[in-house]
């Protein structure tokens, strides 16, 4: 059973005979052999995983991109080939870092995260990040334990959103306490980054705002 623990070193070995002799198929065909797996492996734990989704879309890259080198003729191919060549050492380094900051299991194969690593930010950073978005006159305090936040503007004492995870379907929401109306991000997940969700958020923020005059 193929393991993070016998990816890494055959592909990297692989690797080095492709970088040395990239125009020989052999060589090209091993390479797209060893790392297929890693993608594989990678694909596999992108949903909640940035690292592992940033990793799984490299490997794809790679996968292709020496493919296509392959095919490319003697000459006036060296660019292509020489850049597949990098294009696989970052995927394979995306994919040691990914591993580096992946969880653990325990000894009795149990999910042990270490405090703090499952995932990058919380949703109260969420939030903080979507009031940096909305301006400098809104501000956001978490709730208990991080699981949310409340977004409010200066001088709007009633005009509150609340941000929170539901309980039954994992869906991302933002509530109007004056309008009590929900908007739920249904497809939002941390892997889209907290850039992206602060954005969306922010959004809907202003969105439930209008519903608000």
Same mark, same amino acid.
């Given at each position: 059973?193929?393991?993070?623990?016998?990816?890494?070193?055959?592909?990297?070995?692989?690797?080095?005979?492709?970088?040395?002799?990239?125009r020989?198929?052999?060589?090209?065909?091993?390479?797209?052999?060893?790392?297929?797996?890693?993608?594989?492996?990678?694909?596999?734990?992108?949903?909640?995983?940035?690292?592992?989704?940033t990793?799984?879309?490299?490997?794809?890259?790679?996968?292709?991109?020496?493919?296509?080198?392959?095919?490319?003729?003697?000459?006036?191919?060296?660019?292509?080939?020489?850049?597949?060549?990098a294009i696989?050492?970052?995927?394979?380094?995306?994919?040691?870092?990914?591993?580096?900051?992946?969880?653990?299991?325990?000894?009795?194969?149990r999910?042990?995260?270490?405090?703090?690593?499952?995932y990058?930010?919380?949703?109260?950073?969420?939030?903080?990040a979507?009031v940096?978005?909305?301006?400098?006159?809104?501000?956001?305090e978490?709730?208990?334990?991080?699981?949310?936040?409340?977004?409010? $503007?200066?001088?709007?004492?009633? *005009? +509150?959103?609340? %941000?929170?995870?539901?309980?039954?379907? =994992?869906? @991302?929401? #933002? $509530?109007?306490?004056?309008?009590? *109306? +929900?908007?739920? %991000?249904?497809?939002?997940?941390?892997? =889209?980054? @907290?850039? #992206?969700?602060?954005?969306?958020?922010?959004? +809907?923020?202003?969105?439930?705002?209008n519903?608000?005059?």
């Amino acid at each position: 059973m193929n393991t993070v623990t016998t990816l890494v070193p055959e592909a990297r070995a692989a690797y080095g005979v492709y970088a040395t002799f990239p125009r020989r198929r052999y060589a090209a065909d091993m390479l797209i052999k060893r790392i297929t797996p890693m993608q594989a492996h990678a694909s596999a734990r992108a949903e909640n995983s940035r690292a592992w989704s940033t990793a799984a879309k490299q490997l794809s890259g790679a996968i292709d991109a020496v493919s296509a080198a392959i095919d490319t003729p003697l000459l006036g191919g060296r660019p292509i080939r020489r850049a597949a060549t990098a294009i696989v050492l970052d995927a394979i380094l995306a994919f040691e870092t990914a591993h580096a900051t992946s969880l653990p299991y325990d000894d009795h194969g149990r999910y042990n995260p270490a405090p703090g690593t499952e995932y990058e930010f919380s949703v109260s950073d969420i939030g903080r990040a979507a009031v940096q978005l909305l301006g400098p006159d809104w501000h956001a305090e978490s709730t208990s334990w991080g699981v949310g936040a409340r977004l409010a $503007r200066d001088g709007e004492p009633r *005009s +509150t959103f609340a %941000l929170g995870v539901n309980e039954i379907d =994992d869906d @991302l929401y #933002v $509530r109007s306490d004056l309008i009590e *109306s +929900t908007v739920y %991000l249904s497809d939002a997940c941390a892997v =889209d980054g @907290l850039d #992206v969700l602060a954005a969306r958020v922010a959004d +809907t923020v202003r969105s439930l705002r209008n519903g608000e005059d």
